[in-house]
């Protein structure tokens, strides 16, 4: 198993293969949502871009994780496999008042820059799991959540609040409805 996906190497012999699986602690995605994860498993292929010094990358990515419900804050179980494609192009010239390189073109969205000639498979392997973890991770989509007065899971028992929690700012509006139903038959 190679460890780093090394540039040189797919100049002197083209395209290569690269496989990795990895075992991730959670503080390592730094995610709060993050309950536990799973090992992670990738396979790279890479080759020679079609610019110098670039190079292309294909692959898949799977993992499984448990991952907190943002509305009822319950664990509930996660499997993702996806692919990506990233293209490495060496880093540009910055100045030192200037550190970050700016995207111009919309089609540099999948560019990343590199300064070594290799990259680390672990690293791209953890990369993609970032950007395959949902921004607000849902147990189902149909989640009630917690009731904001009393807290108790509205997914497994109904609250005694009041149904009804209407925001004062609102009260403006209250009437609106009826008003604009008169307007119209008038």
């Keep these: 198993m190679n460890e780093v996906i090394d540039f040189d190497t797919i100049d002197e012999h083209g395209p290569q293969t690269y496989e990795g699986t990895y075992e991730v602690a959670v503080d ?46 319950d664990a509930y179980p996660f499997a993702n496999t996806s692919t990506f494609h990233v293209r490495f192009r060496p880093r540009p010239e910055i100045s ?9 073109d919309r089609e540099e969205l999948d560019v990343e820059f590199y300064q070594e000639r290799s990259i680390p498979l672990r690293d791209l392997a953890l990369e993609q799991v970032q950007l395959s973890l949902p921004m607000k991770p849902l147990c189902d989509e149909g989640c009630l959540g917690l009731c904001p007065t009393c807290g108790v899971n509205r997914n497994r028992e109904t609250c005694s609040c009041g149904e009804s929690i209407v925001d004062d700012r609102w009260g403006a509006l209250k009437n609106i409805r009826e008003e604009l139903a008169k307007k119209k038959n008038v």
């Design 96 to 104: 030192a008042e200037n550190e970050e390189v700016e995207i111009t």
């Design 28 to 73: 390592e995605l730094d995610r709060e949502e993050l309950a536990s994860v799973g090992s992670v498993t990738i396979r790279v292929n890479a080759q020679q871009g079609h610019t110098d010094d670039e190079y292309i990358t294909d692959g898949t990515v799977s993992f499984t994780a448990d991952l907190t419900c943002a509305r009822c804050t």
